[in-house]
């Protein structure tokens, strides 16, 4: 039996959300606390700035007139470059850190350490 569209669907999809509206609002509540954890946790602006580009999608939900999908699109090109440079200069600093820290000779753990190995 085949059931009509109308039957199918509760409410009109949006064009420009592939989710519907419960689906993406739980979606954004997730990114925000799963993001929201990540820059509590590591004080990291690249968390701040993919936690809004996450929320941002929501503006699709409210309004999809052309002006406020254009600023939407800005929006997120330019949140998801600065995420990702600020990204990678996070790992280049980490990697940085690393290498003096096992450059760095130990002080008075060697002392101690060494203090019975006679």
Known sequence: MLMSLTETTTATQNVFT???????????IAATIVYGIYLIKQKTIQHLLLLLACDLTFITQINTSKPALT???IAEVVLLLGAAVFSIKYSRDQKAAEKEKKKAPKQ???????AFED
Do not use: K, Q, T
């Open 18 to 28: 592939p989710f519907p509206f419960a689906m993406h609002l739980g979606f954004c």
């Open 108 to 114: 008075n753990g060697d002392a101690v350490d060494n």
């Open 71 to 73: 600023f939407l699109f």
